[in-house]
């Protein structure tokens, strides 16, 4: 039996044994087997490592020393530099002070030297100024010295003339009293001379053919009556011839006939068309012809009071109209179309027409009827040629328009009004003034104002703007009188061939008849 | 040399070894060490790899190196692999443990100077086990200084050649069990394996040194893990009593056997009562450690159980001749280390 377990004992301890082997080898297996290798993977890295480590830490740390010997060494320069730095920055700021005060002393020393250069300037110019005064005043001193040179010199010829002169009135003095002595002789001489033409004139006029109707004009003095003749008023007034009927045309178309003797209207001749401007009447008193402002004439005949003939061919109103004192046959009439056309009452037209530049304001017919006097704008006399139409002569008469032309009794003397208020006689043959004829308050009205003479050859009446008339005396050439009694400017006077009454009309339309 | 001793030779217990918090002083803290510990050597030999590693995270002082196993201070004389299969019941693999350079508790550690006190007690105690196996401590004492340098070298680097070279010289021999005479035969000089037969060298029965540490619990477990944790030297008993084989007719004598007959107050039953003056624990007159442990009492118990027996990290069968097992499980010193788990019925008898 010991064997048997014995046989099994070496069996069961050999099976544990083995079974502790194997565990042996399992442990072996679990522990170092798994774990040497990583271990030993992980530590070699770190040993290496750590070797690496250490050299790069020694590398590390020479460079350390390196780095810092630089920069002690660095740092050392950086104290000298920034030394030198605060050294520089103190030296830039005292420059910089420096120069800021430069720049203020450079400003006002600049500034100093602008006022200096605005005083110099200011001066310069007063300078100037004073040599421009003073030269102007040395160019006035010589022109005062050659002025007064010149007056010295003028001095002394003045005086040299002045005893000149007065040696020369001493001459005309004696002259004079020697012409005055002539005079006074020859005035006695002419005194007796006119005397005596006087008296022969007198009893030659008395001999000449109407010498009946001769009567001494006298100067009227007094307004007998007063007509209210036309309304708007009146320009044309005309007496029969050795009549005392008065024929007056206005504005109002109206041509009426007075007895001047009652003053009282006799007729009214109607027909005109315009207003009547002037007035004329045949030698036989038959026709009285009107011209009128619409461009017409009108030819009456008196004692039937008809419109016997209307001329017409003017352009423009008709200002003045003559009958021929010969022929009764031919009308000469000037308008202001610059036209005198000559009429032939026969016929009833016109036969020549004459253009002239300057309008014509008044018309007379020559005593001989052959030639027509008449007054211009121009203030010129001229005559013409009836038959040929053709200017025969001219006469300067007035500085201003003529207004009126009226012939003596005689024929000889013709008088010529003017808007410069002068009336002047000319001798007809020789178409010199004889004589000049002014007022002081005569002044003409307008452009057609009628003058006239008296039929004893030795008055003229003129109207005046102020309502007055002025009559005057040709031989003494002076105003013998003035009517007052118009209230406003007087147009037209005529004087009665028979000596009286003067007629006046003005421009109311009043006629006035003055003895 | 047979394949167990290479095995026990080149055992190495992998450990993730954590430097203490408090002792950390660098920010990101140190990664842990792995390490392969060799199972036969000691924890402070270990101071030559971990210093370096931990070095940059130390903070300034002296280095005194200790090893803690959650929270429990590791005595550095035990073999770092009689710790592990003490303390680790369900083996952790990696081994984590907690190293200190400062605050050695010398309260509850004894005091070591590096690897020349791990030397030393390795030195004592291969001299307590030539006492135990001799009965002197002679051959030890004669060794020569260059031999015990070198012994020392070959245990320090795990070189099992140069190892029995020295050790041979020491002629400590091996253990044989009569009955196992016709299985085992043994020489000092050749190379031992199970299987084989070979003419008897020198055969000694006698006695064998062995270290046993214990620890009971009183409720049973089915697995280790479930295993109460040993966090207290108060909870083990180090039992360091030589044993004697006894030839058993009919019956080799095997680990069972040993077991019991190292602790009788557990085993009252066991015939091997000459074993109760290993009560008293053996000091040698040598320097050696002092047992912290306390007379176990004499109180006879019921029959305990054997839980546990870890040798080497392997735990044999119990009907394992035990001459095998110290012929080639034991360590350089020529001690047999055992870990023993005894499951008690009463409430724990060691305190």
């Given at each position: 039996m010991a064997k048997a377990c014995c046989k099994t004992q070496e069996e069961i301890a050999s099976e544990a044994i083995k079974h502790a082997l194997k565990a042996l080898r399992k442990r072996h297996f679990l522990e170092e087997a798994a774990h040497a290798p990583a271990f030993q993977a992980l530590s070699r890295p770190f040993v290496s490592q750590g070797s690496e480590w250490k050299e790069k830490v020694e590398n590390l740390q020479v460079e350390l020393q390196q780095c810092y010997k630089a920069q002690s060494r660095l740092s050392e320069q950086l104290v000298v530099e920034v030394a030198e730095a605060r050294a520089s920055k103190a030296s830039i700021q005292e420059k910089e002070t420096a120069i800021a005060d430069l720049q203020k002393e450079l400003t006002e020393v600049r500034e100093e030297n602008s006022h200096l250069k605005l005083d110099l300037e200011q001066k310069i110019k007063e300078l100037e100024v004073v040599m421009s005064e003073n030269s102007e005043l040395k160019a006035q001193l010589e022109q005062m010295t050659a002025k007064a040179k010149n007056a010295e010199a003028e001095n002394k010829m003045l005086i040299d003339r002045w005893m000149l002169e007065k040696m020369k009135d001493a001459e005309r003095l004696n002259e004079a009293n020697a012409l005055y002595e002539e005079m006074v002789e020859r005035l006695r001489a002419s005194g007796l001379e006119q005397l005596a033409r006087q008296q022969v004139d007198g009893i030659v006029r008395r001999s000449e053919e109407g010498a009946e109707f001769f009567l001494e004009s006298n100067i009227p003095s007094t307004c007998k009556y007063r007509l209210n003749?036309?309304?708007?008023?009146?320009a044309a007034i005309l007496f029969e011839y050795n009549s005392s009927k008065l024929i007056t045309g206005g504005q109002d178309r109206s041509v009426k006939v007075w007895d001047t003797n009652t003053g009282s209207l006799s007729s009214n001749l109607q027909g005109?068309?315009?207003?009547?401007?002037d007035l004329t009447i045949t030698h036989d008193n038959r026709s009285v012809i009107a011209a009128s402002s619409s461009n017409n004439l009108y030819v009456w005949d008196v004692n039937s009071g008809r419109v016997r003939h209307t001329l017409t061919?003017?352009?423009?109103?008709?200002?003045a109209v003559d009958v021929s004192k010969v022929s009764s046959r031919h009308v000469v009439s000037a308008a202001y179309d610059r036209t005198i056309k000559v009429w032939d009452l026969v016929k009833g037209y016109c036969s020549n027409t004459i253009i002239f530049h300057s309008n014509c304001n008044a018309l007379s017919f020559s005593m001989d009827g052959q030639t027509i006097f008449s007054g211009h704008v121009d203030g010129n006399l001229r005559l013409w040629d009836i038959q040929t139409g053709k200017l025969l002569s001219e006469v300067a008469g007035h500085s201003l328009a003529v207004t009126s032309i009226s012939l003596s009794r005689n024929g000889n003397v013709v008088l010529t009004s003017g808007r410069d208020n002068v009336h002047n006689l000319f001798d007809v043959r020789s178409l010199e003034v004889c004589g000049t004829l002014r007022a002081?308050?005569?002044?003409?009205?307008?452009?057609?104002?009628r003058s006239c003479i008296s039929p004893d050859d030795n008055h003229v009446a003129a109207g005046s703007a102020d309502g007055s008339v002025y009559i005057w005396s040709i031989s003494k050439g002076d105003i013998v009188s003035t009517l007052k009694e118009h209230t406003s400017s007087v147009l037209s006077c005529r004087w009665s061939g028979i000596g009286k009454p003067l007629a006046s009309a003005d421009k109311n339309g009043i006629v006035c008849l003055w003895t | 040399m047979s394949e167990a001793h290479k095995y026990v030779w080149e055992g190495s217990v992998p450990l993730q070894i954590h430097l203490h918090q408090s002792e950390v002083t660098t920010l990101p803290p140190p990664p842990p060490a792995l390490v392969l510990a060799p199972r036969i050597g000691y924890l402070p030999l270990l101071m030559s790899l971990l210093k370096p590693h931990f070095s940059s995270a130390l903070p300034p002082g002296v280095d005194t190196i200790w090893f803690e196993y959650k929270g429990l201070p590791l005595k550095w004389y035990i073999p770092t692999g009689v710790l592990f299969d003490l303390l680790c019941m369900e083996p952790e693999r990696p081994w984590n443990l907690t190293v200190h350079f400062r605050g050695y508790p010398s309260n509850l550690l004894l005091p070591c100077e590096g690897e020349d006190s791990v030397k030393w007690s390795f030195i004592n105690s291969l001299k307590e086990a030539a006492y135990v196996i001799n009965g002197n401590c002679k051959n030890v004492m004669n060794m020569s200084q260059p031999d015990q340098v070198e012994l020392w070298r070959s245990v320090f680097s795990g070189n099992l050649d140069s190892y029995r070279r020295v050790s041979?010289?020491?002629?400590l021999g091996t253990f044989e069990d009569e009955y196992m005479e016709n299985i085992n035969s043994v020489s000092t000089k050749s190379q031992q394996s199970t299987e084989e037969t070979e003419s008897a060298g020198q055969v000694k029965t006698g006695r064998v040194p062995v270290r046993l540490y214990l620890w009971t619990v009183s409720e049973d477990f089915d697995d280790f893990e479930d295993a109460p944790q040993i966090d207290n030297w108060d909870k083990v008993s180090y039992i360091n009593r030589p044993v004697e084989i006894h030839k058993d007719d009919g019956k080799y004598f095997s680990l069972n056997d040993a077991v019991k007959s190292l602790l009788p107050e557990f085993f009252p039953e066991t015939s091997f009562v000459n074993e109760v003056d290993g009560s008293i624990n053996q000091s040698t007159g040598e320097e050696g450690e002092n047992t912290l442990d306390p007379v176990p009492s004499f109180h006879p118990h019921d029959n305990a159980e054997i839980k546990l027996v870890r040798i080497q990290g392997i735990e044999p069968k119990l009907e394992i001749p035990f001459s095998w097992v110290v012929n080639n499980l034991m360590n350089p010193e020529y001690f047999l280390h055992m870990c023993v788990c005894l499951k008690v019925s009463e409430a724990k008898a060691v305190q």
């Open positions: 003749a036309h309304e708007g008023g009146c005109c068309l315009g207003s009547v401007l061919g003017h352009t423009d109103k008709v200002c002081a308050g005569n002044r003409v009205a307008s452009n057609w104002s | 041979s010289k020491l002629k």
